[in-house]
């Protein structure tokens, strides 16, 4: 893990909330708002909130006396959140970092993170403050994506800038968002931060775009690799850009295109 690799700033979040979480985000945020919903909580904590699609979700599904607090350690992403939920006064968005929350022991019923734990420094001690916030008999809820080869986008995108930088290529997306799957890892990482009844399950899902064109700039430009194309000056990032929706047109085609995704989804008491 490095610092750039948390650095969600400039025009990323705009991109991220507009090509990234339409194309990988929305199926997994339903499915964290509907396990939670089911869990019937007063107050719910999310941890790295981003722009917001798992608090847009949370708002939908849970009746309106349920308090929610969304959170994020990049305050730009936070703005972008606040976008979406202007008025929701049940709403409360924080800047805060998941390994020191800024909130009384035992205050929430549920927290949730949706693909944020694999950017946590630490993330047995960012377990231990979920469970610390958490009150007796409250659920950590949380996913991860799986390994790179199971999300196919992304993998695409990431070859390519293997090919393109051979001499220094780009490892954001195996070392940050695709780093962390093994769920004997994840199991034990809770039960050493004091969690029990731990289950992990693998959940599929297809990734649709209009156009090749749209995967490519939502991982090149809508996400912290941005910043390692960038920094390695040539070819420039449109350039980077183009090469990934090419290669990723060559494999699903022209016009529309489809591929799967995986994550892993886990719940621990």
């Not at 979920?130 to 070859?159: K, M, S, T």
Request: aromatic fraction near 8%.
């Amino acid at each position: 893990m490095t610092a750039s690799d948390k650095a969600f700033t400039g025009s990323i979040p705009q991109i991220y909330d507009e090509l990234l979480v339409p194309l990988i985000f929305t199926p997994y945020a339903h499915d964290l708002a509907g396990r939670i919903a089911k869990a019937k909580p007063g107050q719910v904590l999310e941890t790295a909130a981003g722009t917001g699609v798992v608090t847009r979700a949370l708002h939908a599904a849970l009746p309106p006396e349920v308090r929610m607090t969304a959170t994020d350690l990049n305050e730009p992403m936070l703005m972008q959140a606040r976008t979406h939920l202007a008025g929701a006064d049940r709403i409360s968005f924080q800047q805060a970092d998941a390994l020191a929350l800024p909130f009384a022991d035992a205050s929430f019923d549920v927290v949730a993170c949706q693909f944020g734990v694999m950017f946590f420094p630490d993330r047995v001690k960012g377990y231990a403050e979920a469970r610390r916030v958490l009150r007796p008999g409250g659920r950590f809820v949380f996913n991860v994506w799986d390994r790179i080869e199971d999300n196919e986008f992304a993998h695409v995108v990431h070859e390519t800038l293997q090919q393109i930088f051979s001499d220094n290529p780009p490892q954001f997306f195996t070392r940050a968002p695709h780093g962390y799957f093994d769920p004997v890892k994840i199991r034990a990482d809770l039960g050493d931060a004091g969690f029990s009844d731990i289950i992990i399950e693998t959940l599929p899902h297809r990734s649709r775009a209009a156009s090749a064109q749209e995967p490519a700039i939502a991982y090149c430009q809508g996400t912290p690799m941005r910043g390692e194309i960038e920094a390695r000056g040539t070819p420039d990032l449109a350039t980077v850009t183009q090469a990934a929706a090419n290669a990723i047109r060559q494999r699903f085609g022209d016009g529309p295109v489809e591929g799967q995704i995986q994550g892993l989804v886990i719940s621990a008491r």
